[in-house]
């Protein structure tokens, strides 16, 4: 059994009317004959493809009655179910997929299961309403005039996205009307490692053209080693659910209801023998050209820290505002969750609280150890507590950082814990003054001091939070008006109550260059959580070595590890949007905490728009940099989300009119004011959720963050914030949406370009597509596509 490079599993639902293509996550159910009842409508992203029955010449008068509409309804993919047993990488997958036939008449069709070039099969077996069914396989050229007589008759060519891959052929009769059809496949398959880092990829993108939501999707996945220790378990698609159970067997899951996934599951983990150190380091790399830059992540994991390790004792001091403002809910929920922050010390750590409101008020005078004794007296200090008074910030902090640095020792790490609602009130009320106060108690410490701040409401100053977390390598959280303090403040204190490694530093020989690492400064690293390290590197030596210190238990620690940094490497291409990602965050943090330069907006505005990173910002930024750069206003990145006065699109491939140029300057007015705030507000919703949406940038662990960091951003006011950018990424290529018609981001400016012109669905358009298979995973996004690639613009109409 070779060795194969992946076996993602396709899940889409595929039916015709007349040919238009539907696809759910699932198998490809191709049905033959489609009841007069149902039309199918359109995949999204797509623009409608709806194609209606043709209708004879029109007779003379008397004309007959009109047609009656035909309803839009789509099969169901109503549930899917994944279970895959992973053992000495050698993984089993169990899917369950359960249809419905919405029509009221009985179909019948072909499933289909592609299978992704390079990939090989062991056992594949599949039942069909609990009857077992025997599945043809067709290899890549005989697959691939299906694929092309779907793309024909469909008039979409989604499916060239595996043009070159084989499929399993299964005939499914009969598809009941008004029934469910249960589907179940199991295949097994030879995970792909390199180095010793294993991957596992399942394919839930094939739903981004699904027209409804998966109602419940469940992924649950065991990985058990038996040959050594399992480090780093990483998802840079999907925020999952990670449980150990020891050092040699993982447990993963993924739980959504009404989802519509709009990329694949990729799973990562890396494998030590069992002799392994107490931390991993892991590396996993991009690097589409020899002569381009590569991208890498590194993953620094604690693995499984057992039971049989005593914690790190830890010197913590909560300060949390108990002012006028904090009255109702939000006092008592800050109340709660100090309560289980001080449950949740370690018997060796020491704390101290700090209530603060126009004066702040220490529960001990020092630091003292977390026995049950001081943990009652504590508890029974936060029932007493009342909101009243004003806002005393710098005295809270100052009173925080002297308890600290009267006996903090590099022999345990020290934390701040601030909570606050409001701005400073009493004392000094400078961000300068309060900033550096705090720095020059934290400086006299002999310890480093990490201030973590969580800002609640929307009246909080985050530029102050901000610019402390940034001077104490910590990070700021923001609890919005619609989430639960209690509930955010003790999920991120679970993460950060065990330290293992403090003082992180890594350095990488090997490659010719590394370069433009994020973060910048390395966070501690956690038990059960992991540092994620993204970067740049020039071609040099293949193997690189890698050398992390920190301060374990009082002692200074020193790990060593060999990882692979190849010339070329097409896999992992979500690394180089991960990376642009945490630049973006950083920059974007530079601008806002020190002000503007016309080199960091011009760097934020080339990433955004080239790997889909819009907020409200970095939209106006975008806007402001095509306008300045002469790009044609039906070319540009935001057209496709205009309307006009009627609320529809503006024609994408008619040059653009006077109401177009209103539409574009009354945007840009909107992104102006936008940017104002970003640069300008330091409180208020607008400075808050730009806090909110910049520290997940910063800090995102994989691209499910990014999701929230745009969200986070956007206030209920006009704009971008509304989805006026409606863009996709395909093999690292950003397509912008004008009206049907699909733009490579780098085929904007089309002046001085050789332009190769395609009729969709010619003879050229197929034979050039078989000669140039590399276009086909681009030129899938639609039938109108314009895609640049080495120089010449491909013109799809």
């Known amino acids: 059994m070779e060795l194969m490079k992946r076996l993602p599993v396709i899940l889409a639902l595929t039916v015709f009317a007349l040919c238009p293509l539907i696809m759910q996550a699932g198998g490809l159910i191709i049905v033959d004959k489609v009841p007069s009842d149902v039309v199918w409508p359109p995949r999204h992203p797509h623009p409608p493809i709806i194609i209606h029955p043709p209708h004879p010449p029109m007779p003379p008068r008397p004309w007959p009655r009109p047609r009656p509409v035909q309803r839009l309804m789509p099969l169901e993919l109503r549930s899917q179910n994944v279970k895959v047993e992973v053992k000495e990488q050698v993984a089993t997958t169990n899917i369950r997929q359960v249809f419905f036939n919405p029509s009221h008449q009985r179909l019948e069709g072909t499933f289909i299961f592609p299978i992704p070039r390079g990939a090989q099969i062991d056992k594949f077996s599949m039942e069909v309403n609990g009857k077992m069914q025997e599945a043809e396989l067709l290899d890549a050229k005989k697959a691939r005039k299906i694929y092309e007589d779907i793309v024909r008759r469909a008039k979409d060519p989604a499916l060239f996205e595996y043009a070159q891959q084989g499929l399993f052929k299964v005939r499914i009769f009969p598809i009941e009307p008004r029934k469910e059809k249960e589907v179940k496949i199991k295949y097994t398959e030879i995970l792909p490692k390199d180095g010793n880092m294993v991957r596992y990829l399942y394919h839930l993108n094939l739903a981004k053209y699904s027209t409804r939501p998966i109602k419940d999707l469940s992924v649950k996945m065991e990985i058990e080693s038996e040959a050594g220790e399992i480090k780093s378990v990483y998802s840079p698609s999907h925020e999952v659910e990670i449980k150990r159970h020891g050092k040699q067997r993982v447990v993963v899951g993924l739980e959504e209801e009404n989802l519509k996934p709009d990329s694949d599951l990729q799973l990562y983990y890396s494998l030590r023998g069992k002799d392994g150190g107490d931390v991993d380091v892991a590396a996993i790399t991009h690097k589409e050209d020899e002569d381009e830059s590569g991208y890498f992540t590194l993953l620094v994991s604690p693995g499984a820290w057992g039971a049989d390790r005593a914690p790190m004792p830890k010197d913590v001091v909560f300060v949390f505002d108990s002012s006028g403002s904090m009255r109702g809910n939000k006092i008592e929920q800050a109340k709660k969750a100090m309560e289980f922050c001080v449950d949740s010390l370690n018997p060796g750590d020491r704390f101290e609280i700090v209530r603060f409101s126009t004066e702040a008020e220490p529960v001990f005078g020092n630091l003292t150890k977390a026995d049950a004794k001081a943990k009652k007296r504590a508890t029974k200090f936060l029932g007493s507590v009342r909101a009243i008074g004003g806002t005393a ?133 956690f038990k059960g959580d992991q540092v994620v390290v993204t970067g740049r590197y020039e071609s040099g030596k293949k193997e690189a070595n890698i050398t992390l210190t920190g301060s374990m238990m009082g002692k200074d620690r020193t790990f060593s590890y060999k990882a692979n940094f190849p010339k070329t490497n097409g896999d992992n291409d979500f690394i180089p949007r991960l990376w642009a990602t945490r630049r973006v965050g950083y920059l974007l943090e530079e601008i806002r905490l020190r002000g503007e330069k016309k080199e960091l907006k011009e760097e934020v505005a080339r990433l955004a728009r080239k790997y889909n990173i819009v907020t409200p910002y970095t939209s106006y930024l975008i806007l402001e940099d095509e306008a300045r750069d002469g790009v044609a206003l039906n070319r540009r990145s935001h057209f496709g989300g205009l309307r006009d006065e009627s609320g529809a699109r503006f024609d994408a491939e008619a040059p653009a009119d006077s109401a177009a140029s209103e539409a574009f300057d009354s945007l840009i007015v909107a992104e102006k004011e936008e940017a104002r705030k970003f640069s300008e507000e330091k409180s208020g919703e607008s400075a808050v959720r730009v806090a909110s949406s910049g520290s997940d940038l910063k800090n995102a662990k994989g691209l499910a963050d990014l999701g929230k960091a745009v969200n986070s951003s956007y206030s209920k006011g006009p704009g971008l914030a509304n989805g006026t950018i409606q863009s996709i990424i395909i093999g690292g290529k950003t397509f912008h949406r004008n009206g049907d018609l699909w733009i490579d981001d780098e085929a904007r400016d089309d002046k001085d370009k050789e332009i190769k012109e395609l009729e969709f669905g010619s003879k050229e358009y197929f034979d050039f597509l078989a000669a140039n298979p590399k276009l086909c995973r681009w030129l899938s996004v639609g039938n109108k596509v314009d895609c640049l690639e080495n120089g010449k613009i491909y013109r799809v109409r």
């Open 393 to 525: 910030i710098e005295e809270a902090l100052g009173t925080a950082s002297e308890i600290l640095a009267e006996k903090a020792s590099k022999d345990r790490p020290a934390q701040i814990i601030f909570l606050t609602d409001g701005q400073p009130t009493i004392g000094a009320i400078k961000e300068d003054v309060i900033i550096n106060g705090l720095q020059k108690e934290l400086e006299e410490a002999k310890a480093k001091i990490r201030v973590f701040c969580f800002g609640i409401g929307t009246n909080v100053n985050a530029h102050l939070l901000d610019k402390i977390t940034d001077k104490t390598n910590a990070v700021s959280q923001y609890v919005l008006p619609e989430e639960n303090i209690e509930t955010k403040v003790s999920r991120f204190y679970s993460k950060i109550s065990e330290p293992v490694l403090t003082g992180l530093e890594i350095k990488i020989k090997g490659p010719e260059r590394v370069h433009k690492l994020y973060p910048k400064e390395l966070p501690d690293l």
